[in-house]
């Protein structure tokens, strides 16, 4: 049986067609594969800063195991953050957010703190095909956030800074470089995250 000559025709169509949806589709994987890869390296330096603020000591306490770790718990917060991501890895801009309220205002008593903190990475991909994709680079972004509860039986260790509270941002573009952002002063200026898991953990505070 002969093959029509019209049949061969949309045969080869059909071919050409599979071939330029795969061709597009192996130019989207390379361009988003360095994005993905940031992703994951993200991923992977925000759990390195969970682990080292889900501790409060490892913000209270310096590295000779003295209560000396300075007067502002925010900038200790941001500072420890930053070194785990730079000794992670992390080359983009580290912002964290903090924020801490008063001692002794109907929220914490004299032996309890309770600070929430958010932790935002954002780096730049450059793309291999910027006429397909329309851009030189794919901007990546990975955030977390979560909170500590240092308490004592009489009186919990406060700076004075914090027994005023505290809401701060900090940014560090590069290096160990760290810059307060001066606009950030009030729990309304927190982005969302952070005020989801400070209000969780505060209803668990309370009903405790």
Not at 63 to 91: I, K, L, Y
Not at 107 to 130: F, G, I, M, Q, Y
Request: hydrophobic residues 40%.
């Amino acid at each position: 049986m002969t093959a029509h000559p019209n049949e061969k025709g949309q045969v080869w169509v059909a071919f050409v067609s599979c071939l330029a949806v795969l061709a597009i589709v192996l130019a989207i994987v390379t361009e988003l594969a360095p994005a993905f890869s940031a992703k994951v390296a993200q991923r992977s330096c925000l759990d390195c800063v969970e682990s080292e603020l889900g501790l409060p000591s490892s913000v209270l306490v310096d590295g000779q195991g003295t209560t000396a770790s300075g007067p502002d718990t925010a900038q200790n917060v941001a500072r420890r953050a930053v070194e785990r991501c730079r000794e992670a890895g992390f080359a983009g801009e580290v912002t964290v957010w903090f924020y801490e309220p008063p001692e002794n205002t109907g929220k914490v008593d004299a032996n309890d703190r309770l600070w929430a903190w958010e932790v935002h990475l954002v780096e730049t991909c450059p793309t291999r095909l910027s006429g397909f994709t329309g851009t030189d680079e794919i901007r990546v972004e990975s955030a977390t956030c979560g909170t500590a509860n240092p308490y004592a039986r009489e009186r919990v260790f406060r700076s004075a800074t914090s027994q005023m509270g505290q809401a701060a941002c900090y940014v560090s573009d590069s290096g160990s470089s760290l810059s307060r952002d001066a606009s950030v002063g009030s729990f309304d200026d927190m982005p969302q995250g952070l005020k989801d898991a400070y209000g969780k953990s505060m209803d668990g505070l309370r009903a405790s």
